[in-house]
């Protein structure tokens, strides 16, 4: 286990621009221990514009052969997911709140690891420089992991599932998000108010015993943050 890691701030460029100057410099972050076996850094894709954002844990097996986020099994579902609660899935922008696959090797297989929280730490400016290029009215979080890298470890998707937070004043630093870009002077204003919902992760679906229910719930979920779209 890894105590401590020197984060990705450092690998950061000041003077990124766009989605795809950060997407560049991300490919070469040594922010933790997890870029050494990983394939690729996983960065977000979709829409910039998009009035809905979704995090996610960490990119996944397929994920991380293809260098794109949601590709995979839990991708497809919610895909699926998103088509049943009546949301548009071209202007979405995914990303996950740790950027390398972190896994076991059991003979050729590679398993899913979860995150710990020094990777949560050491991902999490990626997280916060991605949302200075976006403007969601809605964030989605999926999973615990999410969760905890933008509202804390002490909050719990079992308790606050599906319910519609302030954003950014639900945030763990709300400070972090509280200022945007608006030029490459680097004069800044304040970010619009949004909000937030969290949900289960689609793999947690997969995993179910009773995936039909599951996969209810999730769908339920979205439902409120599609309403909550104007």
């Not at 949900?199 to 979205?222: F, M, N």
Request: hydrophobic share 40%; with cysteine; glycine share 8%.
């Amino acid at each position: 286990m890894v105590d401590i890691a020197p984060g990705a701030q450092q690998f950061i460029p000041p003077q990124a621009e766009t989605l795809d100057d950060l997407r560049a410099a991300a490919a070469g972050c040594r922010g933790c221990e997890l870029y050494r076996d990983a394939s690729q850094t996983v960065f977000g894709r979709g829409d910039a514009t998009a009035r809905l954002v979704f995090v996610g844990e960490q990119p996944g097996d397929m994920e991380d052969q293809k260098g794109l986020p949601f590709v995979g099994p839990a991708g497809r579902l919610l895909r699926r997911a998103v088509d049943d609660a009546g949301l548009d899935p071209g202007h979405i922008y995914l990303t996950n709140a740790v950027k390398h696959f972190r896994f076991e090797l059991r003979g050729r297989r590679r398993i899913h690891q979860t995150p710990d929280q020094v990777h949560i730490t050491a991902c999490r400016p990626w997280l916060v420089a991605e949302f200075t290029k976006l403007n969601p009215q809605v964030i989605v979080v999926l999973g615990a992991t999410a969760a905890k890298a933008l509202l804390g470890p002490g909050f719990r998707v079992t308790r606050q599932r599906g319910e519609l937070l302030p954003w950014p004043a639900a945030a763990q630093h709300p400070e972090d998000f509280q200022r945007v870009p608006v030029d490459s002077a680097g004069d800044t204003t304040d970010a619009p108010s949004a909000r937030l919902l969290a949900t289960i992760h689609p793999s947690a679906v997969l995993r179910a015993d009773d995936q039909d229910k599951a996969y209810e719930g999730l769908v339920a979920d979205l439902t409120v943050a599609a309403r909550a779209l104007t």
